[in-house]
């Protein structure tokens, strides 16, 4: 049975920092892409950041550009999401997922096969 935990969310002032974690059992974890999603109150889930197997390659949304790194740790089973700088904006639930191809369609969340169960990001102004 495949299982994606994610921690490390939790309540931050606006310009902080938070990492979340992602830990995955159940799945070859060097085997998949990873994602990094969010979806806020009333808002569709939207793209965040994926890294590819071996962790050499990463995408990027707009929003998280210089401010977000994505890292994984394959012997670890874990991918990483660093955030610094947060503003109100990035309040969300974050969820992590696992794809087992990697390409142009990486910020698409329909490509993903797996996914946690999410971990709130609520940043105060």
């Known amino acids: 049975q495949v299982q994606l935990v994610e921690s490390g969310g939790g309540l931050v002032q606006a310009g902080g920092s938070l990492r979340l974690s992602c830990v995955a059992s159940g799945l070859r974890f060097s085997s998949y892409a990873m994602g990094w999603f969010r979806q806020a109150p009333g808002k569709a889930r939207e793209f965040v950041a994926a890294i590819n197997l071996r962790g050499d390659n990463k995408n990027y949304a707009d929003s998280a550009k210089g401010r977000f790194t994505i890292a994984r740790d394959n012997l670890g089973n874990t991918a990483y999401l660093e955030m610094k700088s947060l503003n109100v904006e990035d309040t969300a639930v974050y969820y992590c997922?696992?794809?087992?191809?990697?390409?142009?369609?990486?910020?698409?969340?329909?490509?993903?096969?797996?996914w946690g169960q999410g971990t709130q990001v609520t940043v105060s102004s």
């Open positions: 997922a696992a794809n087992d191809e990697w390409g142009p369609s990486s910020s698409y969340y329909e490509e993903y096969d797996y």
